[in-house]
């Protein structure tokens, strides 16, 4: 931490921390850093060699208060976004939970309408064929959107035991906190329509009994995931969701013509 006294007879210390701050956030203090180990930092000389533009007292005195009234809007607007955010996530857990709960009655186990982490297949084990490559950053939070920028072949997918999916299933972040967060997503487009991921997915692949769509949105919910986070095995930092959890857990099942229609809602919602 610096310490300065600002000669207020020539510069106001509001302007000058308004310049500074400026100065540093869009990066002119990077050339004047300097390192020890991880540690990087600014010498109290470097400081001395910066030029400030100075225009008269009353001027500066306009310009902080131009940006302290913009500053002051920005942080208003940056408070509706957070609330927003809040409300949004508040509809979205009631909408699922109403949803689901008016076909509990009809609850069967997931595991009796997937089946589970789908088989590599052998036959292309040697093959250069390229597939998509979908890593866990590639899987975007809740709103169930894989990135399909990158690619690997058959066989180094195989090589490096990656897990393997198709375009229709569903992968589901088992560990934490990724699980936690929401990184669970409907396998679409696919390279060749199929890929190798992460090897900390479950992967789900829906029967005729379901829709891919309606089961992702299912386990993709808080209630589902806060039962989830509470069925985690391992050590701290390492935990995951075991696959009896998937495999037990009861889903509401109505026929596919109601799951289409759930479907559509929730899209549209």
Known sequence: ?????????????????????????????????TATTNIRN??????????????????????VEILEDHLSRLDAALADVKQAKIKAAQFRRSLLKSTFEEFNENSVRIGEVVTFN???????????????????PKVSEVSGQILLDEHISHSEGQRRSLTYFENG????????????????????????????????????????????????YFICSDDFRANAERAMTGAVGQRRVPKTYLDEHEIPLPSIEIQAGIVANLDEA
């Open 1 to 33: 931490m610096q310490l300065m006294r600002p000669d207020s007879t020539k510069v106001l210390p509001k302007y000058l921390f308004y310049f500074l701050d400026g100065f540093h956030s869009t990066g002119g203090t990077i050339p004047m850093q």
């Open 42 to 63: 600014i010498k109290t000389p470097h400081y001395m060699h910066i030029d400030v533009p100075v225009p008269p007292l009353p001027e500066q005195q306009k310009i």
């Open 118 to 136: 789908r088989k590599k297949p052998v036959e292309l084990k040697n093959s250069k064929t390229e597939v998509s490559f979908v890593p866990m």
């Open 169 to 216: 299933d569903v992968i589901f972040a088992k560990i934490t906190p990724c699980m936690e967060n929401g990184k669970i997503a409907l396998a679409k487009n696919l390279l060749n329509g199929a890929a190798y991921g992460s090897t900390e997915f479950h992967v789900l692949t829906p029967t005729e009994r379901i829709l891919p769509d309606y089961l992702r």
